[in-house]
């Protein structure tokens, strides 16, 4: 559940910019948020297949209040945030699986 908030924070900036900026000047592209978990890692892909990013935007030098804040929500989350512009723009959000308490274990 602590992961929730930030992790709906970083959603909410993501999808709205992606459509925003992603496909100006067309109506047509993907945008996709696929989300996968094994037993150990979760993994939420947020990507799209439109213009990318402005050159020069990276993890280190993140450009705008957007990117800024979802670079700041990962960090208390244990999370990895993987950027890719071959096709369009892509997030790639690792983090650990939190374990469950031993109280739900007992159940």
Known sequence: MSAAMPLWLII????????????????????SIPATDDKQILMLVISDTGTGLPAGITLENPATPGFHLVSILIEPLN???????????????????IAASSAENEK
């Open 79 to 97: 999370d990895t945030m993987a950027l890719d512009f071959t096709e369009g723009t892509k997030f790639t959000f690792t983090f650990p699986r």
């Open 12 to 31: 909410n900036e993501l999808i709205p910019s992606g459509m925003r900026y992603a496909f100006t000047g067309t109506n047509k592209g993907t945008l």
